[in-house]
Structures are given as structure tokens and as C-alpha cells.
């Protein structure tokens, strides 16, 4: 193989190399993204969950001497009465009109 040949093809194949190496770094761009995007949505749900457990806690600070047990019964249990219902079908009706 004449020497000139030679040269064209490492030439060839440090070029794919320096592609491959770009398009790995794209993957780990990608991959970098959406595993931000995973966690900020993680972040929001955990915020979510401590304000309205804050919420409850002050609305009804007996709550706090409850076991998470007995606190998730007392839930089912608040959240099955029809009242309760009609009352969250009511607010999240209004909630959905109002915004």
C-alpha cells in the first residue's frame, strides 16, 4: 500500500475519531439534561409534599403526635368521607375554573 494511502487513511480515521469523540460528548450532554430535568421534578414533588404536610400540621397540630400509620388511617379515613370528597371535588373544581 503506497505511502500516500496510508496517510489518507489515518487521516480518514483521526477524523472519525475526533466525530465519535463529538457525538459521545453530545450523548453526555443529553444524559446531563435530562437527569437535571429528573431531579428538579423530584425536588418540586419533595417541596410539594413538605408544605402540605406543613399545612396540615398547622391546621390540625395534633397531627404531629400521630405515627405515620395512624396518620396515613386518619387520612383514609377523613379522605373516604363523602363529605370530604364533595368538599375536594368542589375546591379543585373552582381551582381549575378560577386559573
Do not use: C, W
Not at 457525538?23 to 446531563?32: G, M, T, Y
Request: glycine share 4%; aromatic share 8%.
Amino acid at each position: 500500500m503506497p505511502e500516500k494511502e496510508i496517510k489518507e487513511l489515518q487521516a480518514k480515521q483521526e477524523t472519525f475519531e475526533r466525530q465519535l469523540v463529538q457525538e459521545q460528548h453530545k450523548i453526555q450532554r443529553l444524559e446531563n439534561r435530562a437527569a437535571y430535568y429528573e431531579k428538579g421534578d423530584r425536588r418540586k414533588r419533595a417541596h410539594r409534599l413538605i408544605t402540605r404536610g406543613a399545612a396540615i400540621e398547622s391546621v390540625a397540630p395534633q397531627t404531629k403526635d400521630l405515627s405515620e400509620t395512624a396518620f396515613y388511617a386518619f387520612a383514609e379515613q377523613l379522605f373516604a368521607l363523602p363529605d370530604t370528597q364533595r368538599l375536594l371535588t368542589e375546591v379543585i373544581s373552582n381551582h381549575a375554573g378560577g386559573d
